[in-house]
Structure formats: C-alpha cells, structure tokens
C-alpha cells in the first residue's frame, strides 16, 4: 500500500523511536526517499519539537529520538520486562497468525520504555526463560478466519459458519460470538447458537469457513459469565456433571497431588499412601483420557457410568496389543 507522506512521518517516528535508532539509509529505501527529501522530513519532524538526534555522516549515520524523549511516557520495571516477555513466549502456538504479528509490534513499541539499566539483560531473555511447547496446534493457514473471529467478538456481529465435527461432518450454523478461550495451546470460540438458543464451544480449527455479518448486531446478556460454562468441565469440553471418587496408588499420588485439577477437588491421604480424589466435574472424553492414562495405578470408584467407560476403554486396548 502507497503511504502518503504523513504516513510516513508517523511510521519514520515509530523507527527512531526504537532503541538505537534507525540508520538513513534504511529510511531511504523502505520509504523511497532520496537524501534532499529525508532532510526535509526531518526538519519537519524537528519542527514539531521532536528531539531528533542525527549521528554520524553520511548515509551510514544514525537518526533517533533523545533517550529522555523515549523514556518520557511509559516506565517499565525489571519485572514488568520479564512479565511481558514470558506472557509472549506462552502464544507461540499462534506463530504465523496476524494475532501474534500484532502482539509482537506492540512489544516492539514498548521497547524505549525500558530503561537503559535492563538492556542487557533483556537482549538474553529468550535464552532466560522459555515456555515449552506442548502439543500445540498449527494455525498458520487459518489466519483469515481468526480474524474475523476476532473482529466479530470486538464488533458484536453475528456470522454465518460452517463447522466440521472431529467425525468430519459438516454443519452449517448462525452464530453470536461471546468468548475467545485459549486451552492447551488451542483456541476455542464460545457462541450462540441461534438455532438452538445455546451457547456452545467450538475449535477454532474446525471453522471450514467464518462470514460475519458486518451490518447486523447482537448484544450479549448481562448475565452472560464465560466461567460458568466451564465451571464443571474437567477442560474445555463440557459434560453431565458427576460426583467423581478414584484413588491413586501411591506411586501416582504425589503427581496427583501437585496440581490443581478441578476447583471442586479434594484430597484424602490414606494411611497406605495411597490418595483418594474426589470432585464434582463433567463427564467427558477429557476426563476419560486422563484417568486412562495413569492405567492400573487408579481405581474409580464412581460413578458406575464412569467405571464402565473406563472399563472397555481398558479391554478394547487389551484386545488391540493381544
């Protein structure tokens, strides 16, 4: 897209803006300026009272913004540094998406609001800390459709979707976006289902196509309160709540007890040291996963539903390894 020339005086501001500044030659090439023209926007710039610093000679020099200047606004501390920092490496699973390019230069323009202080540390973070990847999910050719879905919620327009179920049926619904959730390195939209009158949830890779309705509005209840809708599920996904018993062997307990698996748990210790988990959570495929994968170091001892899902869970594996 051709920018006008204020454009880019804005965009030339935003570049000095950084720490160590930007050199002229840079300015000439990404804004197609010859040397007699980046003067003259340079002493427009100055004569806005913008404190342009203009080192060295040459092509070669170095243009920036006075540090005092940069450092006027906003102040970050060490800590607000390393908040920042972590909270990006934790979306890396939305890599590739405008979501993430968005989130990235609105880091990048908080740049000169670190003091000189932290610089060297914060050139070695990616090293200092690190969120490691689980199992994450690939939306690098969905960034259309996350936009819009983005859009939609911000806009309060309604959309008309089509969604493929994990069974590969697809199914056409009209749609009212409430929440964007993130779970497991996955995004997941809660909206009404007009049809239905429901709020349901759906995997955002799973939007064969999303068209929202740029002219038309919804308003969302004011009794609409996303933790609600998973306040029993044991994960995204909900299920008829159920009152859960199991108890863990005593090789598996300490995991067990190291975590927070649901806000209605609670932990007995038994003398064995063995551990008893109850909670009142929905019954999914989620929660049928997870108590799987402790295999015979578990035994639930309600409710019978549960126990006969585990069951043939369990004989049906048996029977593939015979």
């Not at 994990?166 to 939209?189: F, I, K, N, W």
């Not at 063995?274 to 994968?293: H, P």
Request: aromatic share 10%; net charge negative; hydrophobic share 40%.
């Amino acid at each position: 897209m051709e920018l006008n020339k204020a454009q880019k005086l804005v965009k030339m501001v935003e570049l000095m803006n950084r720490r160590g500044g930007i050199r002229a030659t840079e300015f000439m090439d990404r804004f197609e300026l010859d040397p007699r023209t980046l003067r003259r926007y340079l002493a427009d710039l100055r004569g806005l009272n913008l404190p342009i610093e203009d080192n060295g000679t040459g092509f070669d020099r170095t243009i920036a913004l006075d540090p005092s200047y940069r450092r006027a606004g906003v102040q970050l501390t060490l800590p607000e540094v390393l908040s920042l920092h972590f909270g990006r490496s934790l979306f890396t699973f939305l890599d590739g998406t405008q979501f993430a390019a968005d989130l990235d230069d609105a880091i990048e323009r908080l740049a000169p609001a670190i003091p000189r202080a932290h610089a060297d540390v914060t050139r070695d973070l990616d090293r200092r800390f690190i969120a490691v990847p689980e199992h994450a999910k690939d939306y690098g050719e969905i960034g259309d459709i996350i936009d819009e879905v983005i859009t939609s919620l911000i806009y309060n327009n309604p959309a008309s979707v089509e969604y493929a179920k994990p069974d590969g049926v697809s199914r056409r619904y009209d749609l009212e976006p409430y929440t964007l959730a993130t779970y497991r390195q996955g995004l997941y939209l809660f909206a009404r289902d007009r049809a239905d009158d429901r709020v349901k949830t759906f995997a955002i890779e799973r939007f064969v196509s999303f068209s929202r309705r740029r002219l038309e509005k919804y308003v969302i209840p004011d009794d609409y309160d996303p933790n609600q809708l998973v306040a029993d599920c044991f994960g995204i996904i909900g299920g008829e709540a159920i009152e859960l018993s199991a108890v863990f062997d005593a090789s598996a307990a300490p995991y067990v007890a190291e975590r927070r698996w649901h806000h209605s748990q609670h932990l007995e210790v038994l003398d064995d040291g063995r551990l008893r988990l109850t909670m009142k959570v929905g019954l999914s495929q989620e929660l049928v996963s997870w108590l799987l994968g402790f295999g015979g170091a578990v035994r639930v001892e309600g409710p019978a539903p549960l126990k006969e899902r585990l069951r043939a869970a369990h004989l049906e594996a048996l029977e593939r390894l015979s």
